[in-house]
């Protein structure tokens, strides 16, 4: 077995100070609008300096129709960014490297504007059409770019 101690280089170049992970969670800890909170960057940031050697972020949402859950962090838009930064500096101090995971709510969205998509229509969901489905994979690249921009070494 290895160290839990040793560094663990990736694939992508990026080389964990250990092996030791924080799989995403849903605390429920952000704005109403998604913007981060100071409870969830405490906590989170707690986790990396326990010794966590990557720090994932809970389910963060890639566009305001794909929102599941109250206290849901957001990377939808632009006006997510100024925390998503704070967030990803606060762990890289901590010594983690800190990841976001990407999520779209699909059938289970349930807040304003949600599109509850899935692969059939029905029980108030609507299957997913052509333009639904670019407009979603657009919106998960646009996610990922904006977690870049904001510091973060990768996402989920």
């Known amino acids: 077995m290895p160290d839990l101690d040793a560094p663990l280089p ?18 429920r800890q952000s704005n109403p609008d998604g913007t981060l909170a100071t409870p969830e960057l405490r906590w989170l940031r707690a986790r990396a300096e326990g010794g966590f ?23 939808a838009s632009e006006a997510h960014a100024p925390g998503l930064r704070r967030l990803a500096s606060a762990l890289r101090e901590a010594g983690s490297a800190p990841f976001v995971q990407l999520h779209h709510g ?51």
Do not use: H, Y
């Open 10 to 27: 990736l694939p992508c170049g990026l080389t964990l100070p250990n092996r030791v992970v924080l799989a995403p969670m849903t605390n």
């Open 106 to 156: 699909g059938a289970l969205a349930t807040f304003a504007p949600a599109l509850k998509l899935s692969t059939a229509d029905g029980d108030g969901v609507r299957g997913a059409r052509p333009d639904d489905l670019r407009r979603v994979v657009r919106d998960f690249v646009q996610a990922a770019q904006r977690a870049e921009r904001a510091g973060f070494a990768g996402v989920e």
């Open 53 to 75: 050697g990557l720090v994932m972020t809970c389910a963060a949402f890639v566009s305001g129709e794909g929102k599941a859950w109250r206290g849901q962090l957001g990377i």
